[in-house]
């Protein structure tokens, strides 16, 4: 895809590129928006290196791909930015976000479509972010595969994830929880994805136990393959924003007791069909 405002720098034929020639701080224009927006549809995952960016900043490049919404791990927010999901870790930690495969906030009945994260201090060494394409994960499947997936649906429960972390307490009730399709259509590129993970995915729906259960472990480790994934090195001051419906990722905790700081904004998706 040619583009003339952006210089864009594949990562890996599947996933993942870098962009140059952007300032995020600044509003973007609307030939860039549309190319920055073709470049994530392009490739599922976009990096920014070099960025210095205000929390209002920050919310006003996430806004122009949609409205942002609180994530359910966001009780401690900057003052006056509900919007905005502090990322941090140090010695101190027992659990960091993203430390396993998943989809944000895939138990949402509507997830999102994409999340943007700034990180402003990283680790000496390690801290690194696997991104995995579901699309690359549907396609390399089976034809009979494919057939029978179709029709199913899965669960996918927050509670498993957030009870007793995030400043969840141990008893409390309310976690969410929605049911989607195991194979979901992209609303913009229309290309289908593998939309279950290892994190919030429960059970695939109709099944005994013991076939949800073998399944489910299948299509989770399938989605893991190596093959289908890139994988970023941060930078101080870089940016990662990713499509939530076509893509998972996996935080790296390989840095325990170093610092890993930042800010991310989540932005609004829909009902996955």
Not at 68 to 73: G, S
Not at 139 to 165: C, I, N
Not at 181 to 191: A, D, Q
Request: hydrophobic content about 35%; charged content about 25%.
């Amino acid at each position: 895809m040619p583009y003339q405002t952006i210089e864009v720098t594949k990562l890996t034929p599947f996933i993942g590129a870098e962009i140059a020639g952007v300032d995020l701080s600044r509003p973007l224009g609307n030939q860039q928006f549309q190319e920055v927006h073709d470049a994530l549809m392009e490739n599922l995952v976009i990096f920014f290196r070099d960025q210095h960016l205000t929390h209002d900043q920050h919310k006003d490049f996430g806004r122009r791909f949609g409205n942002l919404v609180a994530h359910p791990a966001s009780r401690h927010s900057p003052e006056g930015h509900p919007e905005i999901l502090t990322i941090h870790a140090d010695e101190n930690s027992k659990h960091v976000a993203g430390e396993e495969w998943h989809s944000d906030v895939s138990c949402d009945e509507t997830p999102p479509m994409g999340s943007i994260l700034y990180l402003t201090e990283i680790p000496e060494t390690g801290g690194d972010t696997l991104f995995a394409s579901m699309y690359a994960a549907y396609d390399r499947l089976s034809e009979p595969m494919k057939q029978f997936l179709e029709a199913l649906t899965a669960t996918h429960d927050g509670e498993p994830v957030y009870r007793g972390r995030f400043g969840y307490q141990p008893g409390e009730k309310g976690f969410p929880k929605a049911e989607h399709p195991v194979i979901r259509t992209h609303p913009v590129t229309g290309r289908k994805a593998l939309f279950v993970n290892g994190n919030f995915t429960t059970r695939i729906n109709g099944l005994t136990r013991l076939e949800s259960d073998a399944l489910l472990q299948m299509l989770c480790r399938h989605a893991e393959t190596p093959e289908f994934q890139c994988r970023f090195r941060w930078q101080p001051n870089s940016v990662a924003f990713w499509d939530n419906r076509s893509v998972q990722h996996h935080a790296m905790w390989d840095y325990f007791p170093q610092r890993r700081h930042g800010y991310r904004v989540t932005i609004e998706g829909d009902r996955p069909f």
